[in-house]
């Protein structure tokens, strides 16, 4: 019974297994082979082969949708199909190639063209246009190609590639450049290259170059005051400017809130006024206006009172000790009773000491021994010894008039004295110097590191003077006292320019105050 089964069976499995070796070898398996890439315009070539098949062997080359777009017989066998065609646009696609041989088909894998157009007319277009924008506002470039496909961006900054990683502040993505927060190191010339590459073949196409400004807010203005005597009479120069900001600005004068003057400077950050003064009235309060079109910001007040000097002068000395009670250094000091451009001149016995007149801290060149600083109401005496002993006095007179009238403070002596240069701090002193000589009764450590510092601020001005030099061409004026508020690095710079004139004008005492140890 079962043999019988397996008999009847026998002739389907025959048949079965004959089924499995016809459908084995009917299957053809052509290879397509061609570029994944081209250029516009090049040849292709495509081809296509089925090997161990018996010719004649029909090849279609079959396009997107099954569009058949050629066809080619191979007629001796195992020959390549070719199949050549110029790159055009409509070209892109998905291609695969059919094999036919005595009745038996077979289907390629399926391969993709692409079909490169290089890059041409390659301009770059800005957001906001034009590329004008204001410290810590958003920009953002555009490489835009009139005709380009397949296309890669590359940004050069004032004729520097950017790259992400060496410049992190530039976010790339795909044709646009992207600055977040604008600072003004990002101020300059852009251009984009846009470009393609098949194989090795790169094809460019660079744009011109634009030029992104970036503008920086105004700071606070300033404002001073200088008198010059013109006849008999006198004026003042009214100056008025800021420490940053992108010019055009414009400036005002404003008396009393009442607007006298205005000028708009194409350049610089800085205005002159004339105004008339009359000495011992009181002309009003000054201030300073700035405009730009996105602010407007006003100075301090300044009184236009124009106070002759006059009332007591007197000069007070104070002798500073080393860490070790070494007398180290005197200071004088010269005290008005009033005079809103006072001028001081120092003496001892009857020689003035040579200062120049238009700086604020000498090192006297010859005779290193005194500083003058405060705007020359100070005079440090630096290097103590009995020749420098004798009667010191201040003369003050009007910085508009140097040569008019004067007032002088009485003579002090001071007695540098063996005795004294390796005393203790000296508490009995002062019965030696009976008249105005005041002997400090504070012990101070400080003057060595006092004049170290007085030494660093003027070096440290002189840096920050070439660099504002180089900055902006107004120079004297951003050297000048400021307290920026902007710009990171522009602030430490300006506070150091700061510090420099506050140098000149507060001397050590400050410094002092700080470190003084009264004993
Ligand atoms: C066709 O494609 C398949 C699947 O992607 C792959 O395994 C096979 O190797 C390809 N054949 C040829 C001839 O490239
Ligand atoms: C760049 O842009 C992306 C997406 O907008 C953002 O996530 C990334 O923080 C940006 N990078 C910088 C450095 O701005
Ligand atoms: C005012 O002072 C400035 C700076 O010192 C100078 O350039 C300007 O000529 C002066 N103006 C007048 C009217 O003297
Ligand atoms: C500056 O002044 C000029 C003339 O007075 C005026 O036309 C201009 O609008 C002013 N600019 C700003 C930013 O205020
Ligand atoms: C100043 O005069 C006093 C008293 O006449 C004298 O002792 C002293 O040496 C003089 N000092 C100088 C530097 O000439």
Redesign the pocket.
């Known amino acids: 019974m079962k043999n019988l089964q397996t008999l009847n069976l026998l002739p389907i499995l025959a048949l079965t297994s004959l089924f499995v070796k016809i459908s084995g070898t009917t299957s053809l398996h052509p290879v397509l082979t061609g570029p994944e890439m081209v250029y516009l315009g090049s040849r292709v070539a495509f081809r296509c082969i089925a090997l161990n098949s018996s010719p004649p062997v029909t090849y279609d080359l079959i396009g997107d949708g099954g569009v058949l777009i050629a066809t080619y017989t191979d007629y001796e066998g195992d020959q390549l199909a070719p199949f050549f065609m110029k790159a055009s646009a409509t070209l892109e696609g998905s291609y695969h190639c059919k094999a036919t041989a005595g009745g038996r088909t077979g289907v390629s894998n399926t391969t993709k063209l692409s079909v490169v157009i290089p890059p041409s007319i390659t301009i770059v277009t800005s957001e906001p246009s034009p590329p004008v924008v204001y410290e810590g506002s958003r920009i953002v470039l555009s490489c835009n190609v009139k005709k380009g496909t397949h296309l890669f961006y590359t940004w050069v900054f004032n004729r520097k590639e950017l790259t992400s990683s060496t410049t992190p502040f530039f976010n790339f993505t795909g044709n646009k450049l992207v600055i977040g927060k604008v600072t003004p190191e990002h101020a300059g010339s852009y251009y984009c290259m846009a470009w393609s590459m098949v194989k090795d073949i790169r094809r460019f196409s660079s744009s011109t170059e634009v030029q992104v400004i970036v503008k920086v807010y105004a700071s606070k203005p300033y404002i001073s005051l200088s008198i010059f005597k013109e006849g008999a009479s006198y004026r003042g120069n009214v100056t008025c400017w800021s420490t940053r900001g992108s010019p055009p600005v414009?400036f005002s004068l404003l008396v009393d809130d009442m607007e006298v003057g205005?000028v708009?400077v194409p350049e610089s950050l800085a205005a002159w006024f004339s105004v008339s003064v009359v000495p011992e009235l009181d002309m009003g309060m000054a201030r300073c206006r700035v405009?730009?079109?996105v602010q407007e910001l006003m100075s301090e007040p300044m009184s236009l009172e124009l106070v002759p000097v006059g009332g007591d002068v007197k000069v007070e000395v104070q002798y500073l000790f080393s860490p070790y009670s070494l007398l180290a250094a005197a200071r004088l000091r010269c005290h008005i009773g009033r005079g809103t451009f006072p001028y001081v001149s120092w003496f001892l016995n009857d020689t003035v000491l040579l200062p120049e007149p238009h700086l604020d801290v000498i090192i006297h060149p010859i005779q290193p021994y005194y500083i003058l600083a405060d705007r020359r109401r100070t005079l440090i005496l630096i290097k103590l010894d009995p020749e420098v002993s004798g009667y010191y006095r201040c003369r003050v007179s009007n910085s508009y008039d140097v040569s008019g009238e004067w007032v002088e403070s009485a003579a002090v002596p001071v007695q540098i004295t063996d005795r004294i240069l390796n005393s203790m701090p000296p508490a009995t002193s002062p019965t030696e110097t009976p008249t105005s000589l005041h002997i400090s009764t504070t012990e101070v450590i400080s003057i060595a590191f006092c004049c170290f510092v007085l030494l660093m601020l003027a070096v440290g001005a002189a840096i920050v003077y070439k660099m504002f030099d180089r900055k902006q061409d107004h120079t004297n004026i951003t050297a000048a006292n400021s307290s920026s508020d902007a710009f990171p690095l522009f602030t430490s710079m300006s506070q150091l320019g700061g510090q420099q004139i506050d140098a000149s004008s507060t001397d050590c005492d400050d410094l002092n105050q700080t470190i003084e140890i009264t004993v």
């Open positions: 414009n205005s708009t405009n730009t079109e």
